[in-house]
């Protein structure tokens, strides 16, 4: 476990923007990931979370649990999302926590249909929380492509 935590780590460490939001790996235990990012660099003019960090806190969690979870059954593939909808229920006015889920029925099928094709689509839910408040939800379709 500890080395699929570094893996992501190294992942994010990629990505400009998580790194000047400040992301962080808070947990992940297979079927969950969870991060965690501060208010100030994420700020808005309103004293709020910008639209934009949630939303890529949303998207971030779900790719990365996606791509740990394919990592782990041995998988190489790039995963994107393709389509996603976000409901704002209230505005984020300290650190914000994403948390993906993924069920193992629908992963499942996804390995399945990778082993049949060479791209595949999953979906899943994913939610912001700040100060134990839900604040957003997002509903995310991912498009897998393996790579060889």
């Not at 394919?70 to 976000?86: F, H, N, P």
Request: charged share 20%.
């Amino acid at each position: 476990m500890k080395s699929t935590l570094q893996t992501l780590k190294a992942l994010f460490a990629a990505i400009k923007p998580a790194q000047t939001m400040q992301i962080r790996v808070a947990g992940y235990s297979g079927d969950r990931l969870e991060l965690t990012a501060p208010l100030a660099p994420n700020i808005n003019d309103k004293g709020s979370a910008f639209a934009g960090s949630i939303s890529s806190m949303l998207v971030l969690a779900g790719w990365g649990l996606i791509t740990l979870r394919l990592r782990e059954a041995g998988i190489q593939a790039d995963v994107v999302v393709s389509k996603s909808e976000t409901e704002y229920k209230r505005p984020v006015r300290a650190d914000m926590r994403s948390i993906a889920e993924i069920n193992a029925k629908p992963f499942d099928q996804l390995i399945e249909e990778l082993s049949e094709n060479q791209r595949a689509s999953i979906q899943i839910a994913i939610t912001l929380r700040s100060t134990g408040q839900l604040c957003a939800s997002m509903a995310a379709q991912y498009v897998v492509s393996k790579v060889h």
